[in-house]
């Protein structure tokens, strides 16, 4: 099992920059798939990224390409997520999770990653404002 904390979030202007991390404690950092998802006012909770058990890969939603980077540390069990160029509309709860197995490259392919309910664990959030 693994206990997620994130941290790192708060108030910024658009066009302005936060850098979150999800603190990990369990099991081997290494053998976790980590995500980022965000829950806005009234939606549903939403991918952000995800980042696979090497660190080789990444994908992100398309509403963030380009200016969020995925990265984890798998020596201090630390997963960061850096913004960059916040708009209004990133602002959110942003949730770390955990998966505790690889996903397969047909499940890479379907997307499997962006779903919600494939990932075990996850952290309380953190709240991420963005002011136009």
């Known amino acids: 099992q693994v206990q997620l904390v994130e941290s790192g979030g708060g108030l910024v202007q658009a066009g302005g920059s936060l850098r979150l991390s999800c603190a990990a404690s369990?099991?081997?950092?290494?053998?976790?798939?980590m995500g980022w998802f965000r829950q806005a006012p009234g939606k549903e909770r939403e991918f952000v990224a995800r980042i696979n058990l090497s660190g080789e890969r990444t994908d992100y939603a398309d509403s963030v390409k380009g200016r969020f980077t995925i990265s984890k540390d798998n020596a201090k069990n630390v997963v960061y997520l850096q913004m960059n160029i916040l708009k209004s509309e990133d602002t959110a709860v942003y949730y770390c999770?955990?998966?505790?197995?690889?996903?397969?490259?047909?499940?890479?392919?379907?997307?499997?990653?962006?779903?919600?309910?494939?990932?075990?664990?996850w952290g309380q959030g953190t709240q991420v404002t963005v002011s136009s």
């Open positions: 999770a955990a998966r505790d197995s690889g996903f397969t490259y047909s499940d890479s392919l379907r997307g499997d990653y962006a779903r919600a309910d494939k990932y075990n664990y």
């Open positions: 369990g099991r081997a950092f290494s053998n976790y798939v």
